[in-house]
């Protein structure tokens, strides 16, 4: 009798364990909601968000530099227009790409190898000798920098409060705007008139963004 008093407040406890629904985890959204928009989110929306400000860069001048590379290498309209179309069959096959090696390693290390990758090969532009090796040089351009765009919008959306994603969505594409405004400069320097640009030089200032 005496077990069994001892064993009966405690079957009744288990029971009352048993009956509570278990304890949810805060989702990581939430925590993120409550503690708000800091300084981290600051640096790494700077940081890794730049990969616009360098698609920006490299579209707009090499748009604006084919009539000196046309008056260099004697180019037809139909190369001229391949070598621009040529950036952005680079960026869609750069973007799909993104989304599994992102889901995979994580939405940091694409955009690290995505900044790398477009100073690398657009240094690797100004060494070219024709339109085939330009052509190369310019695709996997416009591949690094498609590899690096969806893993650096989806990290600052991820780490940024739900009230200031369309905030961060929108500053990618200020970035971007700023990119082009900034190759706009460097071609004024080089000559405002656009005849007789430095493609090589400009080529190599336009991968200044991806080095900072």
């Not at 939405?107 to 532009?125: E, K, Q």
């Not at 320097?189 to 656009?194: C, F, L, N, W």
Request: hydrophobic share 50%.
């Amino acid at each position: 009798s005496i077990l069994i008093t001892v064993l009966v407040p405690f079957s009744h406890i288990a029971m009352a364990a048993l009956a509570e629904p278990p304890t949810m985890a805060p989702l990581v959204g939430s925590v993120i909601d409550n503690i708000g928009m800091g300084p981290y989110q600051w640096k790494e929306g700077m940081v890794s968000s730049c990969v616009w400000l360098a698609d920006g860069a490299e579209l707009l001048l090499i748009g604006s530099v084919t009539r000196a590379m046309e008056l260099e290498w004697d180019l037809t309209a139909t190369q001229k227009g391949g070598l621009v179309s040529i950036v952005f069959v680079g960026v869609m096959l750069g973007n799909m790409a993104s989304g599994p090696c992102s889901d995979r390693i994580g939405r940091r290390w694409p955009t690290i190898i995505s900044y790398a990758a477009i100073g690398i090969f657009s240094v690797l532009s100004t060494f070219t000798t024709g339109f085939w090796t330009l052509s190369a040089a310019r695709f996997f351009v416009g591949a690094s920098f498609g590899f690096g765009q969806p893993a650096s919008l989806s990290y600052c959306l991820e780490i940024s409060p739900t009230s200031w994603r369309t905030f961060v969505y929108c500053f990618s594409g200020y970035l971007f705007i700023a990119g082009e405004a900034y190759s706009a400069c460097i071609i004024m320097v080089d000559d405002p008139s656009m005849k007789n640009l430095d493609w090589r030089w400009l080529l190599i200032v336009a991968a200044l963004p991806s080095f900072a």
